[in-house]
């Protein structure tokens, strides 16, 4: 299977808000719920943000959504902030038992 | 607080056997739930290598299900990966990573991660 298709990378200005797109097939983001999507620091294990397309943990800001059209998932952060910086990766559920995730996407906040 | 910590050789040979525990603290990996194991080379992205359940049941990555054993140890609260036929290209930092009960696909609770370098 392949990777989901992220871009390198996205950034904004500290209060804007950015999208970071994750682009599958029918296969995967597209025929099921199950996308997730993880930040990163530098050094750090992931940390889930969001699971199940929208749905956010316990302790994740509501700046953090998820959404999904398609083959395509999209996580928006709003009212950026210094901390949001960092790698950003989505999963899905491809089927068969299987997963896959994003290249990433490096978030610069400006 | 659920914990995890992953440990083994953190340099293995070309063509031997790369063999990892994932040590389970504050959740039992005998309830629902799945444990799963995942890498990341260094300046590159995650890859799900596979997972076991809490009844024993495995499902692996179709690219690398011909080398993958994940197996697990109640009485001590571990897991283990053990991955064959290594080469450099399975360098990467190893997580360990909590799929809970109730939900599926998702990894709520991550191991801090351990570098494995395959080299001679």
């Known amino acids: 299977q392949s990777a989901l298709t992220q871009p390198p990378s996205a950034s904004g200005s500290p209060g804007q808000s950015v999208t970071i797109s994750c682009t599958g097939t029918s296969s995967d983001v597209g025929g099921y719920d199950y996308v997730s999507w993880y930040q990163q620091h530098p050094g750090k294990a992931p940390k889930l943000m969001i699971f199940e397309v929208t749905k956010r943990p316990s302790g994740v800001p509501d700046r953090f959504s998820g959404s999904k059209s398609g083959n395509t998932a999209s996580l928006t952060v709003s009212g950026l902030q210094a901390e949001d910086e960092g790698d950003y990766y989505c999963?899905?559920?491809?089927?068969?038992?299987?997963?896959?995730f994003g290249g990433g996407t490096k978030l610069t906040v400006l | 607080q659920v914990q995890l910590q992953e440990s083994g050789p953190g340099l293995v040979k070309p063509s031997q056997t790369l063999s990892l525990t994932c040590t389970v603290s504050?959740?039992?990996?005998?309830?629902?739930?799945?444990w799963n194991w995942i890498r990341q080379p260094a300046g590159k992205g995650l890859e799900w290598i596979g997972r076991i359940s809490s009844s024993g049941s495995t499902n692996y990555n179709p690219s690398l299900k011909s080398r993958v054993t994940i197996a697990k140890d109640t009485s001590r609260n571990q897991f283990s990966l053990e991955l064959t036929s290594v080469s450099a290209a399975d360098t990467a930092v190893y997580y360990c990573a909590r799929d809970p009960p109730n939900l599926v696909w998702l990894f709520d609770y991550w191991g801090q991660g351990t570098l494995v370098t395959v080299s001679s």
């Open positions: 504050g959740d039992s990996i005998s309830r629902a739930g799945h």
């Open positions: 999963s899905s559920y491809a089927g068969s038992n299987n997963l896959v």
